[in-house]
């Protein structure tokens, strides 16, 4: 009898324990949202609905304005103006099509650049679907002037206001004042590590608040889950509408996959939106592929050979690209290079032996930022999880080396080492030889970094990955980019990249 009530203490702690959680978990999140200013029509606007609707009326307003724009230009150039009627069509057929596209729904982080060839692609098809009609309609007209000028004012006035909300969105996200409650379902490392990253990344707008497992590993350290576990899954209903969960992360539970698909239907139920880290996500590409066999799904994996002919053709363009940098950048250079021969004694340029492609070793230049006088401090170890880089021990940097490090100045020397096939213009930043042995054996996947050439910029620097930052993140980073690489990937880093530069090169 006494094993029998000490059972039932132990559950009443237990579901106590569960219940003061939860209320915490409810409290920090009514807390939040009243710090920031958070209110109901902020978020409707911002995260809800309001933000889809908001975005099909200002395209509509757009290209109203730019339609009316197009024809007064015209006219005011003397420019016959034929072809207007059907012109005024053009705001519905440009929402229909960006309906069509998925250019309104909903997703937790907007990369403007990835969503500019799609509005381009759906204003350009509108513009050539009302040409057809107007062709059809009055054939003696000739509407083509006409159009192309509410092409180019269509594209200039939409683009600017898809980019305008998607920076607004992303301003609020960052600083709290919108941002959906979300439960993690899998307290393990998998789920930690999305936890940690939505926390890390508030833009991507979902702020975790918990935890739903039913035995968390015990493996994971506490201090890495960064929200408590709130309960087990059987519990979503009663945790969500306690705490106002709106988003429902699945990263690997210890409940059996056959479970979860309750909790999803529940979840529709409930009327939450569902997210799922699939399972061999390290080897999930941007090219994967959905096919049907009948009502069962398959993935087709599908990646780049870092060895193959894609990747030849990138390191030509590379060579090519560095040669007219050179030429272009000349008289910069010899400036940089005087510079630094009148700043402090020692040599122009800054060599150290890094390791790149299938673990070649090469030396990369810089031009050099550090007094040379000063003896360097040996045996720096980075921190714990971090890369090494920056100031490592004494700070020997000139004052002209600071500038030339806040700015990246200091990096265009690997220009040369792009021209002389070491380095490609976007790759994973080469490391020293002592450093890429001691992360081979501590961090999983680190050598999968020298599949490919080692770059002047990369996917990880633009994302902030810059001198002792997280290791395991830029490893990540790296990673994906060999992984999803596209010359589109590589146009996009280097236009990332000039708004890089303008933070610290520390």
Request: proline share 5%; hydrophobic share 45%.
């Amino acid at each position: 009898m006494a094993a029998i009530d000490m059972s039932e203490h132990t559950r009443q702690d237990e579901r106590d324990l569960a219940a003061d959680v939860a209320a915490l978990a409810r409290a920090d999140v009514a807390t939040s949202r009243r710090a920031a200013g958070r209110s109901l029509s902020a978020h409707w606007l911002l995260e809800g609905q309001g933000f889809t609707w908001m975005r099909v009326i200002l395209d509509a307003l757009l290209t109203v304005l730019a339609v009316v724009a197009a024809v007064a230009g015209a006219e005011k150039a003397g420019v016959e103006v034929q072809g207007a009627s059907m012109l005024y069509a053009l705001p519905l057929v440009v929402v229909i099509l960006m309906w069509a596209r998925g250019l309104y729904k909903r997703s937790v982080r907007v990369m403007i650049l990835d969503r500019a060839i799609p509005t381009v692609g759906a204003v350009s098809v509108a513009c050539m679907t009302v040409l057809a009609f107007q062709m059809v309609a009055t054939p003696d007209d000739q509407p083509g002037p006409l159009i192309a000028r509410a092409w180019v004012f269509t594209l200039l006035f939409v683009g600017a206001g898809r980019v305008s909300l998607a920076v607004a969105q992303r301003q609020a996200r960052a600083l709290g004042y919108v941002g959906r409650p979300t439960l993690i379902v899998g307290a393990g490392h998998v789920g930690a590590q999305v936890a940690r990253r939505l926390q890390d990344h508030p833009e991507y707008g979902l702020r975790p608040v918990g935890y739903l497992d039913a035995d968390p590993i015990a493996a994971v350290d506490s201090t890495d889950r960064r929200v408590p576990v709130l309960g087990t899954p059987d519990e979503i209903g009663r945790i969500a509408e306690a705490i106002g969960v709106e988003h429902v992360i699945l990263a690997f539970s210890s409940a059996p996959d056959r479970g979860l698909i309750p909790l999803t239907r529940e979840c529709e139920v409930l009327g939450l939106e569902v997210s799922l880290v699939p399972r061999l996500f390290e080897s999930i590409t941007d090219r994967v592929a959905l096919e049907r066999l009948g009502g069962l799904p398959l993935l087709g994996l599908r990646s780049v050979d870092p060895k193959g002919w894609q990747f030849q053709i990138k390191y030509a363009l590379d060579r090519v690209a560095a040669a007219l940098g050179i030429v272009v950048c000349a008289p910069l250079l010899a400036v940089l290079a005087l510079a630094v021969r009148l700043s402090s004694p020692g040599p122009i340029l800054f060599r150290q032996r890094r390791v790149g492609r299938d673990g070649q070793s090469f030396d990369l230049l810089k031009f050099r930022s550090m007094r040379v006088e000063v003896p360097m401090v040996d045996g720096f170890k980075p921190a714990s999880g971090s890369a090494p880089g920056g100031i490592e021990g004494v700070d020997r940097r000139t004052p002209l080396g600071r500038f030339l490090r806040r700015s990246s100045l200091d990096e265009l020397p690997q220009l040369f080492n792009v021209l002389t096939g070491d380095m490609s213009m976007i790759g994973p930043r080469p490391e020293r030889p002592e450093f890429v042995e001691l992360f081979r054996q501590d961090l999983d996947r680190y050598a999968d970094r020298h599949r490919v050439k080692s770059g002047i910029t990369g996917w990880a620097q633009v994302h902030g990955l810059r001198g002792q930052t997280s290791l395991a993140d830029r490893v990540e980073w790296d990673n994906f980019y060999i992984e999803n690489w596209s010359l589109w990937l590589d146009f996009k880093i280097l236009l990332l990249t000039l708004g890089a530069v303008l933070r610290s090169g520390e």
